[in-house]
């Protein structure tokens, strides 16, 4: 291969992945609008087509129905606030990220507000990227007017109170209070490698499952 071609080849790959991650970041956005505004179509085909919903179903139709049922049961309206996204390739058609989130929810006559971050993986299927999976690791749910100080910050109306996920794909928590400094100095790690920063952090630990609550 001649160093043109090779450079060529370089130039279409890396073009490929700015690519990529302007569409993989356009995905909570639009996983947002559409929740929010009700558009279970165009929320549902954003996730691959064969997205399992639980050990019995998969599929958008099966999604669809479950989203509908779920929205209707318990929310009036909803706002969905998009933060930071931090997007890692696994290879040229999987990536995963972390999406941070502030929700509002309308109640009955309540007004939840929500504090969340969800874990994603993406893939490419025919030329597109969607939703392979959604984590939803949440650190508080309660009222507007009154702050989750304490524990079980997950706090619904007419629900128990429960603990989210917040710290469970982070092994830093944990050792962070497990380990307070003494005399001696800080020790520091070298940087993540480029492209990994996620993983690094993440130190090997399993993924939490989703609790179905």
Known sequence: MSNDSAV???????????EAIEEIRMLPAKYALSLDMRDLDAHVNLFA?????SKEQSGRA????????????????????????????RDADHAIGVVYSKNEHETGDEWVIMQMLYWDEYERIDGRWYFRRRLPCYWYATD????????????WPDRETYDGAWHELWPSWQAFWAHPPGDEAPQVA????????????????????????
């Open 49 to 53: 087509p064969d997205i399992r919903i």
């Open 144 to 155: 507007l007017n009154k702050p989750p100080i304490g524990e079980r910050k997950m706090r």
């Open 8 to 18: 060529g080849k370089d130039l279409l790959a890396r073009l490929d992945r700015l």
């Open 190 to 213: 070298p940087p993540a490698p480029l492209g990994k920063f996620l993983e690094t952090m993440r130190r090997g630990a399993p993924t939490p499952k989703i609790r179905v609550r």
């Open 62 to 89: 099966a999604m669809k129905r479950w989203l509908d049922d779920t929205l209707r049961l318990q929310f009036t309206g909803t706002a969905h606030h998009i933060g930071g996204h931090i997007i890692e390739f």
